[in-house]
């Protein structure tokens, strides 16, 4: 009776738990634990900041348990920096970085952001310190602005503060740990020793070995064909080559107005400069709206207002600043975190884009009509008297006759001699509608005429 009252709760028990472990084990098999690697192996810039914020919304949208960075970068801009790593403090679920090399400058950063660091044998972290395009040490604006973010993003994540900003700092003197006059630099080993490093590792799975994760389901992030695209056309040398497409495009449609190809053309290559700039958080509104203003001054000076003012200097000094600011990472004109060398690539590509394309306009807009292309759109047949083809001209000697302009010369249009209407062109200079002329010439039924 004793036995029957012991053996029975403990049947019970035992079909309790075993019905629990089927349970869980029914759970693990159905609900993998999800882990998302995304690499950070480039310069830091405006491509791998929106390279990372694809990256974490994908891992929203799959439900990732685990964030892993395989990183291995120099560094490169530090507003994009900040950025990336407000993204990775924001993020919900763990962040962990595997340095598979270096982790330098605007790497380390990153790196202290996750909530984990580990490294491979022989990488690296650290020299954060702000950078030049031309190598040299940044005003110390910029150090103390990046002193202040490796500081707090170490505190945030139980981290040494004043070894963050050692990295950034070489007046900085920790005992036993640097001297001054160099900034730190940490070995695998030497990290694990300061705690900015949990664990010595080779690979991401060994990472997920030594936190106890099994069976997961890993997902490598890649951006997709679109978005590769895009990330090209960041490309300053390619910002340069559209510039020269735009312009080509408008110059050419002016010289064969209705051909529709060039202008359409252009069009393409303006929306291929803009949207991948406004996407990765570059263009602003109003640096666009400031673009299509310094066209329309453009075309307004070419088409309504004769000569070459006040519409046309704005309208070109408008458009170049614009194009130029479309590519930095600039606050309202607050150039004081925007690199030197940005600034410098920015402006060689715009005003390299607008040279290509008046040299374009010099030496190929002659060479337009030859091309089989534009012969198929174009009119180019002659009429030979041969043929029997004949031409109007002017039945009387017009020569020094003297006359108004019935139309704006820009520097053809049509004037008015006697009362009749004659088709006209002048030496270049612009005459205005109502001003008196002059006929100096005759070209078959086409008068040459001047100011009179």
Not at 116 to 141: N, Q, R
Not at 417 to 444: C, L, M, S
Request: aromatic fraction near 10%; charge should be negative.
């Amino acid at each position: 009776m004793i036995r029957k009252t012991i053996v029975t709760p403990l049947l019970i028990f035992m079909c309790i738990v075993g019905f629990a472990q089927t349970t869980s084990s029914t759970k693990s098999a159905e609900g993998k634990p999800k882990v998302m690697v995304m690499d950070i192996k480039a310069e830091i810039d405006p491509r791998m900041l929106r390279y990372v914020k694809l990256s974490l919304e994908h891992a929203e949208k799959i439900n990732a348990d685990y964030v892993i960075i395989d990183m291995d970068t120099y560094g490169g801009v530090l507003t994009d920096a900040k950025e990336i790593v407000d993204l990775i403090m924001d993020f919900k679920k763990p962040i962990w970085v595997f340095i598979n090399s270096d982790a330098a400058s605007a790497g380390a950063l990153i790196s202290i952001a996750c909530d984990s660091i580990y490294m491979s044998p022989g990488a690296s972290i650290g020299a954060a310190t702000v950078v030049e395009g031309d190598g040299k040490a940044a005003p110390d604006k910029y150090q103390s602005y990046m002193r202040s973010i490796m500081r707090s993003t170490a505190e945030e994540n139980h981290r040494d503060p004043r070894i963050a900003e050692g990295m950034v700092d070489e007046r900085v003197v920790i005992d036993s740990i640097k001297q001054a006059g160099k900034v730190i630099t940490f070995t695998t080993n030497e990290a694990l020793k300061y705690h900015y490093c949990e664990a010595k590792v080779n690979s991401i799975e060994e990472i997920l070995e030594r936190n106890k994760i099994k069976n997961y389901e890993l997902d490598h992030f890649e951006l997709g064909a679109t978005e590769k695209i895009i990330a090209i056309f960041l490309n300053p040398f390619i910002s340069g080559l559209l510039i020269l497409c735009i312009l080509g495009g408008i110059y050419f449609e002016f010289q064969a107005p209705g051909t529709l190809f060039p202008i359409a053309a252009s069009l393409v290559a303006l929306a291929l400069y803009l949207v991948p700039y406004y996407l990765n958080g570059l263009a602003e509104y109003w640096e666009i709206i400031t673009l299509m203003i310094g066209i329309i001054l453009l075309a307004a000076e070419i088409f309504v207002i004769p000569g070459f003012g006040v519409a046309g200097v704005l309208g070109i000094s408008l458009t170049v600043m614009s194009l130029i600011l479309i590519m930095l990472n600039n606050d309202f004109f607050n150039f004081e975190f925007v690199p030197f060398g940005d600034i410098v690539k920015a402006t060689f590509a715009t005003l390299g884009g607008l040279a290509g394309g008046a040299l374009l306009l010099f030496f190929g807009g002659a060479r337009l009509s030859e091309t089989k292309a534009f012969k198929r759109i174009a009119l180019t047949d002659t009429q030979e008297s041969s043929q029997g083809y004949t031409v109007r001209t002017n039945e009387q000697n017009l020569v020094g006759k003297t006359g108004t302009a019935y139309t704006v010369l820009r520097p053809s249009g049509k004037v008015m001699i006697d009362g009749n209407v004659y088709d006209a062109f002048t030496r270049g200079e612009y005459i205005q509608k109502g001003e008196a002329i002059e006929v100096i010439g005759t070209e078959g039924i086409t008068l040459k005429v001047k100011s009179h």
